[in-house]
């Protein structure tokens, strides 16, 4: 009997234990960081404005309702707008926020791909050339032994 109720305290812990994991709960720190106080035009986590302590207490007020974070950003966007994301949507013309830097770095891969290989065969053939330096005319070459002889 006792080893009953020992079972079914641990199948209690197990199940809330699960429960819990199936539905996160925001964070205040962890949303701080991922939006915007509307007035700043700075991420929330380190605004310090009275616009940002509202936000900050709507935020609190909807992890004590146990809503997830998806939740809360969309109550968020719906009290102040889409300003208040620190990301861009990822669609529509805000795709572009992500899809332009990009778009440039495959550019720029692209173009080292394509001028490398003729960089290197340029140094290749100039080193088979062997343009050695020019040879010293004779006061050069007495000026540069003078000045070794005073140096040494």
Same mark, same amino acid.
């Given at each position: 009997m006792l080893a009953g109720a020992g079972l079914g +305290?641990? !199948?209690?812990?197990?199940?809330t234990g699960t429960a819990a994991a199936a539905a996160p709960v925001g964070s205040l720190p962890q949303i701080e960081r991922q939006?915007?106080?509307?007035?700043?035009?700075?991420?929330? +986590?380190? !605004?310090?404005?009275?616009?940002a302590d509202r936000e900050r207490a709507f935020i609190q007020g909807l992890i004590d309702e146990?809503?997830?974070e998806a939740a809360i950003k969309h109550?968020?966007?719906g009290q102040?707008?889409?300003a208040v994301l620190a990301l861009p949507s990822d669609s529509g013309f805000d795709l572009a926020?992500?899809?332009?830097?990009l778009a440039a770095v495959v550019v720029l891969l692209a173009a080292l791909a394509v001028l490398l290989p003729r960089w290197r065969r340029r140094a290749?053939?100039?080193a088979r050339a062997g343009n050695p330096a020019p040879a010293l005319s004779a006061a050069d070459s007495r000026?540069?032994?003078a000045d070794i002889e005073r140096f040494d």
């Open positions: +305290a641990i !199948a209690w812990l197990g199940t939006v915007m106080c509307v007035t700043c035009k700075i991420p929330l +986590a380190v !605004a310090e404005s009275p616009q146990g809503k997830d109550a968020l966007v102040y707008g889409q926020a992500y899809l332009v830097p290749r053939a100039q000026r540069l032994d």
